[in-house]
C-alpha cells in the first residue's frame, strides 16, 4: 500500500520547479525502472508489483531504496502511463555534466526540441547508435520529465545529456558541425568525417539563426514522396544510421 | 463563437465509437487542416483563426464546409493539443479502401502499432519515402485517433491505411516478405528487391507468431550501443531510408 503523502509527492515531481527543489525525478514500468537499480542512479524510492520484484530480485538486494510491494492497479493510477503497471521509482537527479568530447566521437546537439516523445525517442536512438552524448539548448525539454524517462525505455541511464548554450559550446568544440535541414547534401552522398556534431533542430522551427551560422557541413534526407518534412527524432535515427555506415 | 453543442460534438469524436457511428473525424492544427482543405476529403464543418482563413482562402473559397471564424484562445481549448490554435475542422471518414499492388511498389504491414503517435510518425514517414499504402492489423490503432491525424502533419490525405488481417493479406500477395527483427540480415546487406511488403511489429511484443511464419526476409538494423531495441517508428524510417538507397 502506497501512502497518500507519497502519492502526492509522485505527483509533484511531474512538474520541473519541484523536480529542480527536490532533486529528484520518477520512473515508470519495468524497462526503465529495472534499468534504473542497474545504474549508477541513487534510488530512493520504489514501488514494485510483486512479479516485478521476483524478476529484479539480484538488484534489489543491491539498492539502498525503500522498496514497497504494490498492486497493478495501484501502481498504474499512479504513473503517467496505464501501461507502466510494473513498478515506479523515485530517485536522485544526477548534476549535469559537460561531456569532454573525444576526437572521433559523435554527439548530438539538439537546438530546442520540446516534444518529450522525441526528446526520449532521441535518447534511445543514440544509445542504439552508440552515441554518448546529446548537448541540448536549454529550452529543450527536461531530460527528467517522465514521459522523457519513458520514452527512453532505460536508455536515459547510458546517455549523457548535458544542458547548454549550443553556439558557445560549437564555438569551444573542434569537432566538424553537420547540421539537418531541409535543403542540403544528400546524407548518403556525404563523405563523413570521424566524429563530430550533429545538429537536430525544433520540431516547427528548425534550428534556429545563430546556430545555423556555425554550421559547416547542411545535410538533408532524401525525399521520394509528398510529406513537408520528417519527424525530428526519426530524422535523428536516420542520420545516425548513415552516419554509422559511413564509417565503415 | 463556437457553440457548446459543437463543442461536445468535437469532443466525442476522440472516442472511436462515435468516430464509427458518426463516420467523422477531427483534424486540428493549421498543417493538417490545411492539408484537408486540399485533399478528396469531404469537410463539413471547420473553426479557424482569422490568420488561417487568410492564409488559406484559396481553398476555404472551394470548401463546401461551414466556416467558423475562432479564438485562437478558443480553437486551443477546444483541441487535444495546445499548440493546435489555428483551425480545427470535421470531415467525413473515407471507406476502408483495400489497396491493388503494383509489382515495383513497397508497402507497410503493421502488425499491431499501438501508440498514436508512432502511427502517425510511420504514415509521415511512408508519406516522405512514396510509399502510397500501409495494411494495418485490426488491432492497430484507428488512423483517425486526434492523435494519429495530429502526428501525420497533413500525411494522412496521401496515404491510404487498410485495416485487415495481415495473414491473410500476405497469403494473397505475391510480393517478398520482409520483417523487422532484433536478429536478421543486416538491411545494409539485404539484397532488396524493387518491390515488397515490410511487416513492423507491435512496440513491446513484435511480430506476432502467426505473421512471423510467413515472413521469408528477416531483416534487422544494425546495433552499435547498448539500447535494447528502437522505437517501432523510427525503425520503420530507417529501414525505408534504406530500402529506397538500394533501389539504385
Redesign the interface.
Known amino acids: 500500500m502506497i501512502s497518500k503523502a507519497k502519492v502526492k509527492y509522485i505527483k509533484s515531481l511531474q512538474v520541473k520547479k519541484y523536480r529542480l527543489q527536490e532533486q529528484c525525478f520518477v520512473a515508470e514500468g519495468a524497462?526503465s525502472v529495472s534499468e534504473l537499480l542497474q545504474s549508477d542512479f541513487e534510488v530512493i524510492w520504489l514501488a514494485a508489483s510483486p512479479e516485478f520484484t521476483d524478476r529484479n530480485h539480484k538488484w534489489l538486494n543491491k539498492t539502498r531504496a525503500e522498496v514497497v510491494i504494490a498492486a497493478e492497479t495501484e501502481l498504474s493510477s499512479l504513473g503517467n502511463f496505464q501501461t507502466n503497471d510494473a513498478a515506479v521509482a523515485i530517485a536522485r537527479m544526477k548534476p549535469d555534466k559537460r561531456p569532454q568530447l573525444i576526437p572521433e566521437e559523435w554527439a548530438l546537439l539538439l537546438d530546442d526540441i520540446r516534444d518529450p516523445?522525441n526528446l526520449g525517442?532521441i535518447i534511445?536512438?543514440?544509445?542504439?547508435?552508440?552515441?554518448k552524448n546529446i548537448i541540448a539548448s536549454a529550452e529543450t525539454v527536461d531530460l527528467y520529465n517522465p514521459k522523457v524517462v519513458s520514452?527512453t525505455?532505460?536508455?536515459f541511464c547510458?546517455v549523457n545529456v548535458h544542458y547548454t548554450n549550443l553556439t558557445r559550446f560549437i564555438e569551444e568544440a573542434s569537432h566538424p558541425v553537420y547540421g539537418a535541414f531541409l535543403e542540403g547534401e544528400d546524407i548518403?552522398r556525404v563523405s563523413f568525417s570521424k566524429g563530430g556534431l550533429i545538429v537536430i533542430g525544433n520540431e516547427?522551427n528548425g534550428i534556429s539563426a545563430p546556430v545555423e551560422k556555425l554550421i559547416q557541413h547542411r545535410i538533408t534526407?532524401?525525399?521520394?514522396?509528398?510529406?513537408?518534412?520528417?519527424?525530428a527524432?526519426?530524422?535523428t535515427?536516420?542520420i545516425l544510421?548513415?552516419v554509422?555506415?559511413s564509417k565503415k
Open positions: 524497462k516523445g525517442a534511445r536512438a543514440a544509445d542504439w547508435y552508440g552515441v520514452a525505455m532505460g536508455s547510458r548518403h516547427a534526407i532524401p525525399r521520394y514522396g509528398k510529406a513537408e518534412s520528417l519527424n527524432a526519426m530524422a535515427g536516420i544510421d548513415v554509422r555506415q
